[in-house]
């Protein structure tokens, strides 16, 4: 799978908030406004990004945006979750809901050392 580094710039994010003023202030439908904003943001958010460039810096802030939506997320590394979380492992067709630090060290020594990668259809 090929990983792509995804950079959201004050442009864009100008941008984001330029097309939901034109539909709520000139449009008149702050409702459309908003759902419209949203749709992008989700777009975004919906993108696989590989986190294993920030390392283990990124892992609290993984599971705060997980705290609100499902996130897809590439780790070429076994991040430090700490001991309390949960995530769903999607490798070779397979999903497994992983709770246990310890098992989830075994799992990504297991993917990471035997060459698996992620794959889903």
Do not use: W
């Amino acid at each position: 799978m090929e990983s792509y580094i995804v950079k959201l710039t004050e442009t864009a994010k100008n941008d984001m908030y330029e097309i939901y003023y034109y539909i709520a202030d000139r449009l008149l439908s702050p409702e459309n406004a908003i759902g419209q904003y949203n749709r992008i943001a989700d777009s975004i958010l919906s993108l696989i990004f590989n986190i294993s460039n920030c390392g283990d810096n990124c892992a609290k802030y993984i599971l705060e945006l997980a705290e609100n939506r499902d996130i897809k997320v590439t780790l070429h590394h076994v991040m430090n979750f700490g001991s309390s979380f949960s995530l769903k492992v999607i490798n070779d067709r397979r999903r497994k809901i992983i709770t246990d630090p310890i098992e989830y060290l075994m799992l990504g020594h297991q993917y990471l050392r035997g060459g698996n990668n992620e794959r889903e259809n």
